[in-house]
């Protein structure tokens, strides 16, 4: 049974919002990968990145993101993932551990995500932050790190006839005292980082495999 996992980081994963008073602005555009931003109220950067992948397609990247223990070796900036547990076959709980540079401190992220069915050759995995009542439930309460909320994102996945098209959307606040111009700018690099070993990795013939795409209505993420 295929159990999805999300992740998120702080200098990666982050949400496009509702707030639209902000144009997209283009930070990166170059090798089939366009990565724009728009600063929220909270003085932190929404991320959006769109890319295609000749070649690759959704159970490709449905394989990717199962396979935790790779996880630190494409992900920029994330030190560990766990899947600690699963509502149902289409949502999964994921813990995320975060590295930072020092002196900043090293940040955690809990989040629930869904599998959604938009037709037969598109999908949308929805991202959410779970929310503070629920987090004792899953993680100690004196743990040596800082909380990453609130988290909300997005990945749109269409298969094409030869390739995929990815859309992500993110938003996550790092909290704590990093200056909203550092983390911003560690966001942008680490989303480019990243997108560049995705292209790589969903190449490789362990992610070629055929996977059963686990998708349901996702009522309540949306």
Partial sequence: MMKLYKMALWSFFLFLSLDTKANWITWHSKDNLVIKFQTQDSGVIAIQAATFIPNADRMSLIAL???TQNASNWLKNVSKVEKINSPNSAEDI???ELSAPWPVTDRIMLTHSCHKKINESKSKIIIRSVGEAKLNKFIEKDINAILVTPVEGFWLLEDKQNGLHI???IY???QGKIPRW????TALKGVRHTFNNLAHFLLKPQYSKSFKLEMSNCIGFE
Avoid: G
């Fill in 172 to 174: 996550a606040n790092p």
């Fill in 182 to 185: 550092l983390s911003n700018k």
């Fill in 65 to 67: 993101l199962n396979d």
């Fill in 167 to 169: 859309q992500h959307e």
């Fill in 94 to 96: 994921v813990y995320t």
